[in-house]
């Protein structure tokens, strides 16, 4: 018996390594570190202005309310109806992207993707370090490559921010030539610092609308594990006055 939960244990655990490793290695490339917050609002706040004025152009959050966004990130019913809701969709409603999705999948073949569970389903690190990771490409349809997701669809949306990258190439063991590092041939509006940590904001802020209820979530793990700790106490004291008499 011994031996095979030890052996279910080492399995699972092989198979959890193994998606992390492939998750991390789809773009072929190692990941940067994100350390997004979702404690600080000011930071959701500015990936919010971001996020609805550089992406929701083509990509929808079907799963989030412009009312929800609003509760949770502190902002007025005015601040987002001025500042982020450029479709005319109401306060209730749903933040759909501007372009039809017909017209999308026409234009590009296919229609941007939904961006609700984009962090959910592939991780802040590399939602951040995507977005830090497009590099011009003449050889690419739309003139852009990136290293964390080679070949992708999508221009940089973001170079006015940071500028024009261009790829460092090298060889390979087998004589194939690739990216070994990105340089920035034209600085954009931002200095590198500063785009970093604009992207981490727009990565936080989508962090935020993978989970919303992890902002509640988090600040109420705390209670529940003191009401845990507390309830622990107690049920010891009632074991402890019950079996007092049994020895």
């Given at each position: 018996?011994?031996?095979r ?52 152009g ?102 006015e ?35 970093h ?37 107690l ?13």
């Amino acid at each position: 018996m011994t031996k095979r939960v030890f052996f279910f244990i080492a399995l699972s655990l092989s198979l959890l390594l193994g998606a992390v490793s492939a998750q991390a290695s789809e773009g072929g490339g190692e990941l940067m570190s994100a350390h997004v917050s979702l404690k600080d609002k000011a930071s959701l706040q500015r990936g919010a202005r971001l996020y609805f004025n550089y992406c929701s152009g083509c990509h929808s959050l079907h799963f989030m309310r412009y009312s929800r966004m609003a509760e949770d990130l502190g902002l007025t019913e005015k601040e987002v109806m001025n500042n982020l809701n450029f479709t005319g969709a109401k306060f209730q409603g749903h933040a759909i992207a501007a372009m039809p999705e017909a017209d999308a999948a026409k234009w590009f073949g296919k229609a941007p993707p939904d961006l609700s569970l984009k962090v959910a389903e592939k991780g802040s690190d590399y939602v951040y370090s995507y977005l830090n990771s497009f590099y011009l490409d003449p050889e690419r349809p739309v003139g852009w490559n990136n290293t964390v997701f080679p070949n992708a669809s999508m221009p940089n949306p973001l170079w006015e921010l940071q500028g024009l990258q261009v790829a460092e190439k090298g060889k390979a063991a087998d004589g194939s030539e690739i990216v070994t590092g990105l340089k920035l041939e034209q600085p954009g509006r931002m200095s590198p610092e500063q785009f970093h940590a604009a992207t981490r904001d727009l990565t936080a802020f989508l962090t935020y609308v993978s989970e919303p209820a992890a902002l509640k979530r988090e600040s109420m793990g705390i209670w529940v594990l003191l009401y845990l700790a507390a309830f622990t106490f107690l049920a010891y004291l009632l074991k402890h006055e019950y079996w007092k008499d049994v020895h």
